[in-house]
């Protein structure tokens, strides 16, 4: 396991860096989106550049402009996405639960920020801007600035390693020696 402090946007470079069970801080921007944002970037295209961006599953909870709470959503709504989502230049997608590894595959990665962290979370955010308002407070894009955001783990990295699998198959292989 190594810790790793990148900066956003993200290249291709810090990608081929991380291995699955690593540690991350990001410093730079992020982007929030949940599932109507990214059923709107399907239809509409994104508002935002999102090359070489880290995109957070995350609705946060906004209170007089700055961030009270953002802590990561379950990724696996959004699953149906992933492969249109990096292909916009996506380098690293942030939530808890996980998401297959196979649209990751020497593009991009995973990583798992701790559920239940939400306040730690918004002490390392600042926002910069909301894009789809629209959409509510939770679902909106906030393109938020991030000072040292982590610690998450790399639970999905380009080389196809992939923590979440790892731990089913070690679950079933217990069960099956039982």
């Not at 944002?37 to 402009?65: F, T, W």
Request: some cysteine; aromatic content about 6%.
């Amino acid at each position: 396991m190594t810790i790793f402090h990148l900066h956003t946007p993200l290249c291709q470079e810090d990608v081929k860096k991380l291995n699955a069970g690593d540690i991350v801080f990001l410093k730079g921007k992020v982007f929030t989106a949940r599932d109507k944002a990214h059923a709107l970037i399907r239809r509409q295209g994104s508002p935002v550049p999102l090359e070489g961006a880290a995109l957070y599953h995350c609705g946060p909870i906004i209170q007089d402009d700055s961030v009270i709470s953002a802590g990561p959503t379950t990724s696996g709504r959004m699953a149906r996405y992933t492969d249109e989502i990096l292909a916009l230049g996506v380098k690293a997608i942030i939530g808890k639960g996980g998401l297959p590894g196979e649209p990751f595959l020497n593009r991009a990665v995973y990583l798992a920020y701790p559920g239940g962290c939400g306040a730690a979370a918004a002490s390392q955010l600042r926002i910069r801007a909301v894009h789809f308002p629209e959409l509510g407070m939770a679902e909106s894009i906030w393109e938020l600035e991030a000072e040292d955001l982590g610690p998450m783990v790399v639970a999905v990295d380009s080389y196809g390693r992939d923590l979440y699998q790892d731990v089913r198959l070690s679950a079933k292989a217990a069960r099956e020696k039982q």
